[in-house]
C-alpha cells in the first residue's frame, strides 16, 4: 500500500461546479498536510496548508480527517483556471523527517 | 524574491555522459530539496538537505547519483554516468522549518538522455 494515495481521476466537471477529492495516508505519526497545484509542465505551487481544523481559502476549503487518516480538498464554483493536477503532501516530523508527495489527482474544468 | 532558481532548464545528452544540475534555494531558506518527477512513478524525493547537511538520501536511486550542498545558497545534483532511464523532470525545492512550512520549488531542470 502507498503511503500516500490519491484517485488519479481525472475529473471532468462543468464550469461552476463543486468538486472534492481525497488523499489518504497510511502513516498514523504523520503531522503536516498541503496541497500543492501543478499546472501541465510546470513545477508544483503551494496551494494551501491543511490544519487541524480546516481552513478556507476563498473558493477552496482544505480538511483533515485524522480518525480516518485523509485530507480533502472541496473546490466551489469551478473556473477553467483550476485545471491542474492536485498533489497532496504529508509530511512526519521525527530524527528523519519524510515527505510523500501523492501521485496528484488531475482535474479538467469544461465550459 | 528570486524564488528557486535551477539551471540549466533544459539538458539534452548522450548516455555515459556527466550531468550537473544546479539549484539556488531562497535566501533564508535552510532546508533543501531534490525531486525528480516522471509520468510513470511521480514526484520522487531523492535527497534533502538541512543547514547544508545531507539528512535523508534514500531516495537517490544508485551510485551514479550524488548531490552537494557546499553552502547555504548553492546545491548541485550530478549523474554520472547518465542513463536514458535517468530522463526526467528534476526539482529543486526549499523552505524554512516552522510550523506550517511549505516548499517552494524551481522551476525544474527537464534532463532527457539519449
Known amino acids: 500500500r502507498k503511503e500516500v494515495e490519491q484517485d488519479p481521476g481525472p475529473f471532468n466537471v462543468p464550469e461552476g461546479a463543486t468538486v472534492a477529492f481525497n488523499c489518504t495516508y497510511s502513516?498514523?505519526?504523520?503531522?503536516?498536510f498541503f496541497w500543492y497545484r501543478q499546472d501541465c509542465r510546470k513545477e508544483p505551487k503551494l496551494l494551501m496548508s491543511?490544519?487541524?481544523s480546516g481552513n478556507e481559502d476563498g473558493r477552496f476549503t482544505a480538511q483533515l480527517n485524522r480518525a480516518s487518516q485523509y485530507i480533502s480538498l472541496l473546490i466551489r464554483d469551478s473556473k477553467l483556471s483550476d485545471s491542474a493536477t492536485y498533489l497532496c503532501?504529508?509530511?512526519?516530523?521525527?530524527?528523519?523527517?519524510?515527505?510523500?508527495f501523492g501521485s496528484g489527482t488531475r482535474l479538467s474544468i469544461r465550459p | 524574491d528570486a524564488g528557486v532558481i535551477q539551471s540549466p532548464r533544459h539538458e539534452v545528452t548522450e548516455m555515459g555522459q556527466e550531468v550537473t544540475l544546479r539549484c539556488k534555494p531562497i535566501?533564508?531558506?535552510?532546508?533543501l530539496f531534490w525531486y525528480r518527477q516522471t509520468m510513470m512513478r511521480g514526484l520522487e524525493l531523492l535527497i534533502y538537505?538541512?543547514?547544508?547537511?545531507?539528512?535523508?538520501d534514500s531516495g537517490m536511486p544508485e551510485d551514479r547519483f550524488s548531490a552537494k550542498m557546499p553552502n547555504a545558497s548553492f546545491s548541485t545534483l550530478k549523474i554520472q554516468p547518465s542513463e536514458p532511464r535517468d530522463s526526467a523532470v528534476y526539482f529543486c525545492?526549499?523552505?524554512?522549518?516552522?510550523?506550517?512550512?511549505?516548499?517552494?520549488f524551481g522551476s525544474g531542470t527537464r534532463l532527457t538522455v539519449v
Open positions: 491543511v490544519y487541524s
Open positions: 535566501s533564508g531558506h535552510n532546508s
Open positions: 525545492a526549499s523552505s524554512s522549518q516552522g510550523k506550517d512550512y511549505g516548499y517552494t
Open positions: 502513516n498514523s505519526a504523520s503531522q503536516s
Open positions: 538537505f538541512n543547514n547544508n547537511v545531507p539528512i535523508d
Open positions: 503532501v504529508v509530511t512526519t516530523r521525527s530524527s528523519a523527517s519524510k515527505i510523500i
